[in-house]
């Protein structure tokens, strides 16, 4: 089943969804079956403002490999800052 | 097969007569035709859920999918709607059995409906058959790989969803359960479990789990896909509404 595992954390910024930028107030992450990667399961990531309606919504699913070469650039980027 | 069908969206009286979506398909004739609920699962309304409920009409039953989704976004992509309730923990239960007996109750509403009905859900849907077998008017259910029957989601989980084999005395139709060998939500061992509990309290129910197979085998747009365990999954499902939603 989907394991439904959701990982939920407030984030402060901003999104570009279909109807332009919005301001985020969560981030969802969870490691389930993706919507469209055909792939079996994904690291996928909601931006959403909750307030704002479902298409208040900036999402992603990435490979596993992916995800992990993700975290690395932000933990560089940041530190790079 | 039925060659001749209609398939339209309607609007039906959901939980607390909210008015919510519900895709539905029929043979074209004069039935008389029994008639399945088909309940979608986890990513939303979509068009393969879509797509099953235009088998089941093709097959002969008036088939009805409501939009579990619709409060959250009726008038959204699937994905979005999907999106902002797994963000709130999922459909509440009592919403679901809501939602499900207004599906049930415009289904024997129909003149060419048999008033025989049945219910098959997928992965979350196959959890909320469950419980609709045990609490609602249903003559059949169908649970295809439904997880967190007999067990509870993981710790910490923003979920609303609880194990629902407590229950199982309540059980108040046959129930045929379609698993995969190779899932972890319901694992074998869940399965089995859910099993020894039903044969407790004897109830009638044929559980199959496929080898090679893990969850959502049926679905054909996913490289989950198992064509072997979603062929023999078909005939069984067929099968079994075939048996139990027979008129008289």
Redesign the interface.
């Known amino acids: 089943?989907?394991?439904?595992?959701?990982e939920?954390t407030s984030v402060t910024g901003s999104g570009k969804g279909t109807k332009g930028w919005f301001s985020l107030s969560?981030a969802?992450v969870?490691f389930d079956?993706p919507?469209?990667t055909?792939?079996?399961r994904t690291l996928n990531i909601?931006f959403?403002d909750?307030a704002s309606?479902?298409?208040a919504?900036v999402?992603v699913e990435l490979s596993p490999d992916s995800a992990r070469a993700l975290m690395r650039s932000i933990q560089l980027a940041l530190e790079a800052g | 097969m039925h060659q001749a069908m209609m398939a339209e969206t309607v609007t039906i009286a959901g939980h607390g007569g909210d008015r919510i979506a519900a895709y539905f398909a029929r043979p074209l004739g004069p039935g008389p035709y029994p008639a399945v609920v088909v309940v979608h699962h986890m990513p939303g309304w979509d068009e393969a859920t879509k797509g099953i409920t235009l088998r089941f009409a093709s097959r002969g039953y008036a088939a009805i999918c409501p939009h579990l989704h619709y409060r959250e976004g009726g008038g959204s992509s699937p994905d979005d709607a999907a999106a902002a309730v797994r963000a709130r923990g999922g459909v509440p239960d009592e919403r679901f059995l809501g939602d499900a007996a207004g599906a049930i109750d415009y289904l024997r509403s129909l003149p060419y409906c048999s008033g025989k009905v049945g219910a098959i859900g997928y992965c979350s849907g196959g959890r909320q058959v469950f419980l609709a077998a045990c609490s609602l008017p249903v003559d059949a259910a169908v649970d295809c790989y439904g997880g967190f029957v007999a067990e509870s989601p993981p710790e910490g989980m923003p979920l609303r969803m609880a194990p629902v084999i407590d229950r199982a005395a309540d059980l108040r139709c046959p129930l045929l359960g379609l698993f995969g060998a190779e899932d972890s939500h319901p694992a074998p061992a869940e399965t089995r479990r859910t099993a020894e509990i039903l044969e407790q309290h004897r109830k009638a129910f044929e559980f199959h789990t496929f080898p090679g197979a893990g969850h959502g085998f049926f679905a054909t747009d996913r490289p989950s896909y198992r064509v072997e365990a979603a062929n023999q999954g078909w005939q069984r499902v067929f099968d079994w509404f075939g048996r139990h939603l027979a008129s008289a």
């Open positions: 089943m989907c394991s439904h595992a959701i939920k969560t969802c969870c079956h919507y469209f055909p792939l079996e909601d959403i909750e309606g479902p298409e919504r999402a």
